[in-house]
C-alpha cells in the first residue's frame, strides 16, 4: 500500500461525488514526538554539541512486530538514519539519542514500519519446536531472506535454513546469529513504511546553552575614593585588568550592567536611599542623561575606542562579553523630550514610574509599548544593531517579562535573521508561564527559580524539572546569586553554603554564574532585604581579590576546580542526561549525569555522581542508592569512584555509605572508573 508525501497511507481510489477525506492518523500510528515545544508554534531548540532523546508513541493493530527509526536532516541536507528502541513493556514508546553538530535548522521525522523479519521470526521460535506449520513457515523464512541483498551472512543462513538434512530447530538456529542480526539492523525488512509529518529543530552556537558567567562592575574596578569623600570610577581599561583572573577562574562569559550614562533626576544613594550625594553614582539601570541613551557609553568608564580595547582584551582570554539590555530609563534620558509618547502619561501629566508595589523606583521611567509600538520597536532593533555591530554578541535582558511577548518574538527573530550567533539571555524571576514562553519565542537561556530553591526535596523536583520537563525549551542559567539577590541560604550558611550551591550549580546545569563577591563570600544582608547591604547598584565597591586569595579567604580556588572539572568532563555540557537518585537522609542530594561514549569524543563512556550535603550547619552520614543501570552499569557490578575535589578513591555500588562534613567539604564530585568489560 503506498504512503502519500508526507508519510500517510494514501485512500483507496474510488469512484464519488463527495470530498474524500483524507485520514491523518497513517497506516501505523506515530505520535507524541519529542523533541517539541508544546503547541509545536515554533522550533524545539538546542545547541551544537548536544544530544537530544528523541523519542515517539508508536503502534498498530494485531500483533505483527513494529520497527521505527529517526531520520534526522542537518542543515547541509544530509539525513542520517538512527534506530528506535521500544521503551517499556505496553507503553509502545520508542526512542532513541543523536547529537546535533552544525548551527541551523534541522528536520526530524520519525519512520515507523511492520518489520517483517521480527514478525516471522518471532513466530517461528514458537511454532517450529512445537511442530506446527513447519514447512510454511520456512518457506516464509526464504521468501524473506531472498529480499536481502546479497551477503556471505545471508548466503550461509539461505544454506541452512533450506538444508532438508537438518532438523526444523537447526534449520531455525541457523538464522538467529549475529552476523545475520547485523545485516537485517543495517537494512530492515520493511513493509507498511509510514512517515510522520516533520518537526523543525534550532540548533544554536555552544554558548547559546554552556558557559561559565562571571558578573562584574566596570566601575567597580580599579575605582578609587579621593580625600575629599569623591571617587575616580574605574573605566574600561581598568577593567580590563580584571579580566585574566576571571578567565584563570575558568569563566567564559563576563555579563556587565548597565555601560551608558546615568540620570541624576532622583539617583538612589547608598542601599536603596532616596537622598543621593555629589559623590553617589546612582544606579547604572537607570539609563540616560544628557550623555545620551542606550546607544551611549558613560563618559567615566571611557568611549567607544576603550569599551573596543576591553572587547578585545575578553577575546585574547577566551572571554565573551555579555551587556545588559535594559528597556527603561532615567527621567533624564533624551526619549523623555523626544519620545514623550514612548512613556506613560498620567492624568496629572507627569509620567508614570517603575513600581513593583511595595517597591517604588523613582529613579527609572518603564516604556510603554502601546501608544507607537512600531517607532519603539524600530528603535530598539536600531539599539541592538548598533551594539552588534561594536562586537557584542551576547545581551542579559533586564525584566523582560514587563514587556510585551509578541515584542520579544519579533525582536528576537529580527536578529537572528542576520546574526543567529547573538544570544539573548532573560532576566525574569517571574511566573512559569511567562519564563516559559519568553524561551518558547526566541531567548536562549533564562535565570531561574534555583537561587531559591536548597533544600534536598526542592533541588530534587526543580533538576528534574528543567532537565526533563521543559528542556525542549526552557535553557536554565543557575546563577548562585545577583546583585539583588543573596538568599537566606547564603547569609547564614556561611562559607559550607557557597560551596554547596556553587558546585551544584556548576554540575546540575551547562551554563552556570556567579556575581563578583560571592568568591569572598559577601553574605551580610541589608536588613528587611534580600540582597548585600552597601549594594553595588549604587555605590563603588572595591576589592582585593588577590589578598583575599593569599591568605585562603577566597573561594575562587574552589570556583577554578569547579571550572576545570566541568571542562574535562563532557557529560557536564549537557542538560537532559540529568539523573536523581535517593539517598536515605533528607539533607542529602544524589544526582549523575551520564554521556555515552559515542558522544565524548574521548571514546570511553564520562559519568559524574554528585552527592552533596545541602544542610550548611551539619556532619552528615547516611546510604546513597543509585540505579547504576542509567549510567551503564549492571546492578549489582562494583566499580571505582574518584572524588575529583579530594582525590579520594572509593569502591561503590548500588548501595554506598557517605558522610559529608559540611564545614570541610560538603560534596562529592565523583568520576566513575568503569570496570574492564563492562
Request: proline fraction near 7%; charge should be negative.
Amino acid at each position: 500500500m503506498a504512503t502519500t508525501e508526507n508519510g500517510r497511507v494514501a485512500a483507496s481510489a474510488g469512484p464519488t461525488t463527495q470530498q474524500r477525506y483524507e485520514t491523518r492518523i497513517g497506516r501505523i500510528p506515530i505520535r507524541f514526538l519529542n523533541p517539541q515545544q508544546p503547541e509545536n508554534r515554533w522550533p524545539a531548540k538546542a545547541f551544537v554539541g548536544e544530544v537530544l532523546p528523541f523519542s515517539a508513541t508508536v503502534f498498530r493493530e494485531g500483533h505483527d512486530q513494529l520497527g521505527a527509526a529517526l531520520l534526522l536532516t542537518d542543515p547541509r541536507g544530509t539525513t542520517s538514519r538512527f534506530p528506535l528502541h521500544p521503551g517499556a513493556p505496553g507503553t509502545d514508546a520508542w526512542h532513541t539519542s543523536a547529537q546535533v553538530d552544525a548551527p541551523g535548522t534541522w528536520i526530524y521525522r520519525i519512520q515507523a514500519y511492520s518489520d517483517d523479519w521480527a514478525t516471522w521470526l518471532h513466530n517461528a521460535e514458537i511454532k517450529i519446536p512445537a511442530g506446527i506449520d513447519v514447512d510454511v513457515m520456512i518457506t516464509m523464512g526464504l521468501q524473506l531472506l531472498a529480499r536481502l541483498e546479497k551477503s556471505q551472512a545471508v548466503a550461509d543462513a539461505t544454506a541452512t535454513l533450506s538444508d532438508a538434512t537438518l532438523s526444523p530447530v537447526d534449520r531455525l538456529e541457523g538464522v538467529t546469529g549475529d552476523d545475520l542480526a547485523a545485516v537485517i539492523a543495517a537494512n530492515p525488512l520493511a513493509s507498511l513504511v509510514t512517515l510522520s509529518d516533520p518537526l523543525e529543530l534550532r540548533v544554536e552556537r555552544a554558548r547559546a546553552g554552556l558557559g561559565s558567567w562571571y558578573e562584574f562592575f566596570p566601575r567597580s574596578e580599579g575605582a578609587k575614593q579621593r580625600k575629599d569623600g569623591s571617587w575616580a570610577s574605574g573605566t574600561f581599561r581598568t577593567a580590563a585588568k580584571r579580566l585574566p583572573a576571571v578567565a584563570d577562574m575558568g569563566f567564559d562569559v563576563v555579563y556587565l550592567p548597565p555601560i551608558h550614562p546615568i540620570g541624576r533626576t532622583f539617583r538612589k544613594g547608598p542601599n536603596n536611599t532616596l537622598d543621593a550625594g555629589p559623590n553617589d553614582p546612582g544606579s547604572p539601570w537607570a539609563i540616560g542623561s544628557a550623555d545620551g541613551g542606550h546607544d551611549a557609553i558613560h563618559p567615566e568608564l571611557g568611549t567607544v575606542k576603550d569599551f573596543s580595547y576591553f572587547l578585545g582584551v575578553a577575546k585574547k582570554n577566551g572571554i565573551e562579553i555579555a551587556i545588559d539590555l535594559a528597556l527603561q530609563c532615567s527621567p533624564d534620558h533624551p526619549w523623555v523630550t523626544q519620545h514623550p509618547e514612548w512613556f506613560t502619561t498620567l492624568p496629572d501629566g507627569s509620567i508614570a514610574y517603575a513600581e513593583n508595589p511595595p517597591k517604588k523606583y523613582q529613579d527609572i521611567y518603564p516604556i510603554n509599548f502601546d501608544n507607537d509600538y512600531e517607532g519603539l520597536r524600530q528603535e530598539i532593533l536600531r539599539i541592538v544593531k548598533y551594539w552588534i555591530g561594536i562586537g557584542v554578541t551576547i545581551f542579559r535582558v533586564d525584566n523582560p517579562h514587563t514587556k510585551p511577548l509578541e515584542f520579544w518574538e519579533w525582536l528576537l527573530h529580527e536578529v537572528a535573521a542576520e546574526r543567529p550567533d547573538v544570544v539573548f539571555f532573560a532576566e525574569a524571576f517571574t511566573r512559569p508561564a511567562m519564563m516559559q514562553s519568553l524561551a518558547a519565542v526566541g531567548f536562549q537561556q533564562s535565570y531561574t527559580y534555583f537561587t531559591w530553591r536548597n533544600t534536598k526535596v526542592e533541588l530534587e523536583e526543580y533538576l528534574h524539572e528543567v532537565s526533563k520537563v521543559t528542556s525542549h525549551t526552557f535553557r536554565p542559567n543557575f546563577f548562585v546569586n545577583t546583585p539583588d539577590i543573596l538568599t537566606e541560604f547564603l547569609q547564614f550558611g556561611g562559607r559550607p553554603a557557597y560551596k554547596v550551591r556553587a558546585a551544584i550549580a556548576a554540575t546540575g546545569s551547562p551554563s552556570w554564574g556567579v556575581y563578583s563577591g560571592y568568591e569572598l563570600f559577601e553574605n551580610v544582608a541589608r536588613p528587611g532585604a534580600e540582597e548585600n547591604i552597601d549594594n553595588e547598584k549604587f555605590e563603588y565597591k572595591v576589592r582585593d581579590y588577590a589578598a583575599a586569595e593569599e591568605t585562603g579567604d577566597s573561594l575562587a580556588p574552589y570556583l577554578r576546580r569547579l571550572n576545570e572539572i566541568r571542562a574535562q568532563h563532557p557529560a557536564l555540557h549537557q542538560l537532559r542526561n540529568l539523573d536523581v537518585h535517593w539517598s536515605d537522609d533528607d539533607s542529602i542530594l544524589v544526582y549523575s549525569k551520564y554521556l555515552d561514549a559515542a558522544y565524548t569524543g574521548t571514546g570511553s563512556d564520562d559519568t559524574i555522581i554528585v552527592v552533596a550535603n545541602v544542610d550548611p550547619h551539619s556532619v552528615r552520614e547516611t546510604t546513597v542508592h543509585l540505579d547504576t543501570t542509567r549510567f551503564g552499569i549492571e546492578i549489582g557490578t562494583e566499580f571505582t569512584v574518584t572524588d575529583l575535589i579530594t582525590g579520594s578513591t572509593f569502591v561503590w555500588g548500588g548501595d554506598n555509605y557517605v558522610r559529608l562534613d559540611a564545614f570541610t567539604e560538603p560534596v562529592h564530585i565523583l568520576r566513575v572508573e568503569y570496570p574492564k568489560g563492562n
